[in-house]
């Protein structure tokens, strides 16, 4: 006699959720999905993919300013019919007056979000997940609740996420004073954007709107940007940063941001006051995990709210697990994802692997963008970890010279004796990209050694991982 399809209850369709309804499925569970808002959750419709559609439009705008530095010059400008049919065909009328369209920008982002939530939605209808739309909470383990509607399960998956941080004396209104979700529905580039925090998303949304034209300020309530990163790669998008215009207030703790007749005022703590046309407040993401019934179903969170989980995705309840945002083990897309899957491999009886967070791999996406995996500098640095580490500047690199720029470096580190890779650190023009050869050689446990005799091509920025590897060879006694 065959046994009864496993019955799962998802809450949260973000991908923490979507990810592990999908490997559920696969294993001939029963899955049901519970979505209030869209399939793909924040990380598609209002966060990851939405900032990093604007950032590959940023992107576009920088290497159009640094063109001229390449020799490209561009013609006069194009007027009157030419340029309404340049710009009708979908093209810049004269890149040498290349402007942000904001609306179009944005618009593009939001259609972009939303066919990627359809795609999402697509996805888990060909493989059978039922997907309910509305508010889920937990009734008790075992029981899901959506309005009047009670869903039994075998195993429940919390996967809520988290929305963005807001200070008490600085309230959105959606239209000045914004959240990293509002900013795409203004109708026009800020011109003068204050950035409230200089972390991740700050400071990538201060790059993004600087290379489109912005007057931007970032306020750091610490001495650099990005103070919890590698302290190197900091310092070099911080100077970039500077270089490009950018207004950098470090140790500079806003107070309070309040509109005024024209724009905004932030407050900070040394009784100075910043202004701006708006302000965009980036001081971390809380979890969503308030009235969902946590304490009837006898699911523990930590003091700030957060699921706790250990490496299996498993709560505190039996039959409960809980993936991404709302476990706050790190917020990334890539490691919900993780996170989900396990927990459905966990729960179907398969073979599993913990999480493992050492071998993660993470860009910023600042321009450049900084891009890390495995240990470190600071694990190194407090003698967590014993490890050679090498620093190689891009700015040698016949690559980086063609390209025209400068800004950037490769650092690697290697275990004392053996040589084996331990992670790394990219700072580059799409760093995101590059990082994987020293993923696959943290994954693979591979020593400088084998990193050093493999191939890169000439002329390339991977020939400078190569190079870092080579130079952590131990010379033979
Ligand atoms: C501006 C920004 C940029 C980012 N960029 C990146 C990036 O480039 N790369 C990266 O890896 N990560 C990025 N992240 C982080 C990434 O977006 C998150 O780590 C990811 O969204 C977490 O996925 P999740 O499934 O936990 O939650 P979410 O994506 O937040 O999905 C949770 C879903 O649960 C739903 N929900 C909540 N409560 C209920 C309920 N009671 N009933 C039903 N549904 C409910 C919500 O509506 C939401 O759709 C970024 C974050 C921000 C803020």
């Known amino acids: 006699m065959s046994q009864p399809r496993a019955r799962i209850v998802i809450i949260g369709g973000g991908p923490g959720g979507y990810e592990a309804a999908l490997v559920a499925a696969q294993l001939d569970a029963k899955v049901t999905v519970i979505e209030e808002d869209g399939l793909g959750g924040a990380c598609v419709l209002t966060d990851c993919v ?49 402007s942000a369209d ?84 203004i109708d026009e580039l800020p011109r003068e954007l204050i950035v409230v925090g200089s972390g991740v998303t700050g400071a990538e949304f201060a790059s993004a709107f600087q290379a489109l034209g912005s007057q931007v300020t970032l306020v750091s309530s610490r001495e650099h940007v990005l103070p919890n990163e590698d302290t190197d790669a900091a310092m070099v998008v911080e100077d970039v940063f500077r270089r490009r215009g950018m207004t950098v207030l470090g140790r500079s703790r806003a107070t309070f941001a309040r509109r005024t007749s024209d724009g905004v005022e932030v407050g900070l703590a040394d009784g100075g006051t910043a202004h701006g046309s708006h ?106 970890v014993s490890a050679r580490v090498v620093k190689l500047p891009l700015a040698t690199n016949a690559r980086a010279k063609m390209d025209g720029f400068g800004d950037g470096f490769v650092k690697l580190f290697a275990r004392l004796n053996s040589g084996t890779v331990l992670g790394g650190v990219i700072v580059a023009p799409r760093a995101s990209e590059l990082i994987l050869a020293v993923s696959l050689a943290v994954e693979q446990q591979l020593t400088v050694d084998q990193v050093a005799q493999t191939f890169a091509v000439y002329p390339s920025l991977t020939g400078s991982i190569t190079e870092a590897a080579r130079k952590l060879m131990v010379p033979m006694e």
């Open 279 to 384: 302000c965009l407040l980036t001081v971390g993401m809380v979890p969503l995990t308030s009235e969902l019934g946590l304490e009837s179903g006898k699911v523990e969170v930590d003091q700030r709210g957060f699921v706790t989980v250990d490496r299996v995705s498993r709560t505190s309840a039996p039959g409960v697990y809980a993936a991404g945002d709302c476990t706050g083990v790190w917020m990334l897309a890539s490691v919900a994802a993780m996170q989900g899957r396990i927990a459905m491999w966990h729960a179907l009886g398969e073979a599993v692997r913990p999480l493992r967070l050492g071998h993660v791999a993470a860009t910023i996406f600042t321009e450049p963008e900084i891009a890390t995996v495995g240990v470190s500098q600071q694990d190194v640095d407090r003698g967590v």
């Open 102 to 185: 904001a609306p179009r920008i944005y618009s593009r982002i939001r259609d972009l979000a939303h066919a990627q939530s359809s795609d999402v939605a697509a996805r888990l209808a060909a493989e059978g997940v039922d997907v309910i739309i509305g508010r889920g909470r937990l009734v008790r383990p075992g029981v899901v609740a959506v309005g009047e509607t009670e869903l039994a399960a075998d195993t429940v998956l919390i996967a809520t996420g988290a929305r963005p941080r807001v200070l008490a004396d600085a309230t959105p209104d959606g239209e000045r004073l914004l959240t990293s979700r509002q900013i795409y529905d």
């Open 50 to 98: 939405p900032s990093k559609t604007l950032i590959a439009t940023s992107s576009m705008m920088a290497d159009l300013e640094d063109a001229h530095g390449l020799g490209i010059r561009f013609d006069a400008a194009e007027t009157g019919v030419a340029a309404a049919a340049a710009s009708q065909a979908g093209g810049f009328p004269n890149v040498r007056h290349a």
